[in-house]
Each structure stands twice: as C-alpha cells, then as structure tokens.
C-alpha cells in the first residue's frame, strides 16, 4: 500500500504498509511482517518480538510508536463534538476525512455494536467505520464515490 522511510534513534527502518482492516494492520519492517494494533490514543504501535539471545545488527524497537505511518495525523484522536447538534442521537459521523468507497448496510438494516457499515479512503487506506450501538439503520447519508470530511453525518442508526 505505502512505503515509508523511518529514522528512530539514528537507526533507519523501511517500513511498507501492506493492509489496514479496522483497528489493525499489518506492516513490514525491514523485510520483517508485524501486526500492528491501532490504539484508541489514535497512535498505531508496532510491537515486535523479542530478538534471539546474544543477536547482533539492527533489530526493530521493542515497542515504537508509528506516528510516522499516520502522515498528516497531529496524533489527536477524533473527540465527539460536545454540545448540542442538529444531528439525531445515532448518528454515525466520519472520524477523518476521505472517500467512502463501500456501503455495506441499507436504510432497514439491523446492526450490532462492531459491524462494518461502511468503508472510508483515507491517505490510500481503507479504514472500516462500525457501529458503535446496536439498532436498525434508519437512513445512508451517503453515497459511493462522496468525499467526506471529519465529522461527516454518514448514516443514522434508530
């Protein structure tokens, strides 16, 4: 998907992001695969495993956050807009801006609480938006192909 170039500790690591599904993706570091969990802090880590006893060269970081993997990310994570809104109350709203490419679910739908509903283009990854109650799709927002920004109204959950 995307390659990167990344200095940590003077060290240089090349880093390709191969597939982001939700709250994972997996990454090569190195030539090395990891999984890399996507933390609610909006900042991925990689977490890698423990090099042989007495190896030698470079290794990756124990534990490094991927802030890097995120360009144009302040390292923020998106807050719900407090106050009042002229959103209904289940309404489901973009975390970033991107391109909705699929819509999984229809107006009538019944979801539980981690279903993917729909799947947003950011910065060439596709990240999955799930609902986050459970409950019937009263109405898509959306269309396939609309541009979307942070905070995007994109279904409305009853």
């Not at 999984?35 to 007495?54: M, N, R, T, Y």
């Not at 801006?97 to 279903?115: C, M």
Request: proline share 8%; net charge neutral; hydrophobic share 45%.
């Amino acid at each position: 998907m995307k390659d990167y170039v990344y200095v940590i500790n003077g060290i240089e690591y090349e880093v390709k992001i191969n597939q982001v599904l939700g709250d994972r993706a997996m990454v090569e570091v190195n030539g090395k695969v990891y999984q890399v969990d996507i933390k609610s802090s909006g900042l991925p880590f990689i977490v890698a495993p423990q090099p042989p006893a007495g190896a030698q060269g470079r290794t990756a970081p124990q534990v490094a956050p991927a802030v890097a993997a995120a360009p144009g990310v302040n390292g923020a994570s998106p807050q719900p807009v407090q106050g009042k809104s002229s959103a209904p109350a289940g309404t489901v709203k973009a975390p970033m801006p991107g391109t909705v490419t699929r819509i999984l679910v229809g107006a009538g739908d019944e979801v539980s609480v981690g279903s993917v509903l729909l799947i947003i283009e950011a910065m060439k990854m596709e990240n999955e938006i799930k609902a986050t109650a459970a409950g019937r799709v009263e109405k898509v927002l959306v269309h396939m192909g609309d541009n979307v920004g942070a905070g995007s109204s994109l279904l409305i959950i009853a």
